[in-house]
T-cell receptor, first 111, second 116 residues
Framework: SQQGEEDPQALSIQEGENATMNCSYKTSINNLQWYRQNSGRGLVHLILIRSNEREKHSGRLRVTLDTSKKSSSLLITASRAADTASYFCATDPGGYQKVTFGTGTKLQVIP | EPEVTQTPSHQVTQMGQEVILRCVPI?????FYWYRQILGQKVEFLVSFYNNEISEKSEIFDDQFSVERPDGSNFTLKIRSTKLEDSAMYFC??????????????FGPGTRLTVL
C-alpha cells in the first residue's frame, strides 16, 4: 500500500449517523493531519495530531493515531449534509520533508 | 490565527502563456512548499524552498516551473509556458525553522489554474 491510504474510498451514510474514515501509512511521521475538500475547492484543515498523541477532539471530530500500527482514524459524529466532501489524511515526516497526501475518502451524507 | 494565503483563487489562462501563482506564507516561517492536485487525483509535492534555494523537487517540477521569494512576504510559482495538463489546484505551504526539530507544514487554500 502507498503512504497515506484512506479507506473506504467512498462512504454513504444518512444524516445523523457517524462516519469513520481510516488512514494507513508506511514510514515514520512527525504529525498527521486531516483535511476536507469540497469538490473542486481548496483544502480545509480539520485537525492535526502529533506522533506523541493518541487522540484529539475538535467539535464533532475525533481523531486517533496508532503509531505502532501506522494508522489513524477520523470519526465525524452526528453527520450533516454539509459534511459531504472528500477527506484526506496527510503525513508529515518532519525534517522539512514533503507531506504525503492520501487518496481520500469521498463521504456522502444523505439528508 | 495566522494562515497561509494564496492569490488568485482561480486563474484562467491560454495554453503557452506564463502564469505566476502567489502565496503569502505565515510571517515567521522560513520553509516554503508548492503542491499540486489534478482534479480527482492526490495532492502531489512539487518543490520545497529554504534560504533562497530549492531544497527538494519532484520529477513533476521540470524546467517550465520556477519558484521565487521576491520580497520578504511573497513566495511565487511561475509556470513559463502552460500546457493543458498543468490545469490543477496548486497549494502553497510553509513551516517554521526550529532548532534541531521539524515543524508542521501549514497549507493555503489553493489556486485553481485552468489552462484552455
Amino acid at each position: 500500500s502507498q503512504q497515506g491510504e484512506e479507506d473506504p474510498q467512498a462512504l454513504s451514510i444518512q444524516e445523523g449517523e457517524n462516519a469513520t474514515m481510516n488512514c494507513s501509512y508506511k514510514t515514520s511521521i512527525n504529525n498527521l493531519q486531516w483535511y476536507r475538500q469540497n469538490s473542486g475547492r481548496g483544502l480545509v484543515h480539520l485537525i492535526l495530531i502529533r506522533s506523541n498523541e493518541r487522540e484529539k477532539h475538535s467539535g464533532r471530530l475525533r481523531v486517533t493515531l496508532d503509531t505502532s500500527k501506522k494508522s489513524s482514524s477520523l470519526l465525524i459524529t452526528a453527520s450533516r449534509a454539509a459534511d459531504t466532501a472528500s477527506y484526506f489524511c496527510a503525513t508529515d515526516p518532519g525534517g522539512y520533508q514533503k507531506v504525503t497526501f492520501g487518496t481520500g475518502t469521498k463521504l456522502q451524507v444523505i439528508p | 490565527e495566522p494562515e497561509v494565503t494564496q492569490t488568485p483563487s482561480h486563474q484562467v489562462t491560454q495554453m503557452g502563456q506564463e502564469v505566476i501563482l502567489r502565496c503569502v506564507p505565515i510571517s515567521n516561517h522560513l520553509y516554503f512548499y508548492w503542491y499540486r492536485q489534478i482534479l480527482g487525483q492526490k495532492v502531489e509535492f512539487l518543490v520545497s524552498f529554504y534560504n533562497n534555494e530549492i531544497s527538494e523537487k519532484s520529477e513533476i517540477f521540470d524546467d517550465q516551473f520556477s519558484v521565487e521569494r521576491p520580497d520578504g512576504s511573497n513566495f511565487t510559482l511561475k509556470i513559463r509556458s502552460t500546457k493543458l495538463e498543468d490545469s490543477a489546484m496548486y497549494f502553497c505551504a510553509s513551516s517554521r525553522k526550529t532548532s534541531g526539530s521539524a515543524d508542521t507544514q501549514y497549507f493555503g487554500p489553493g489556486t485553481r489554474l485552468t489552462v484552455l
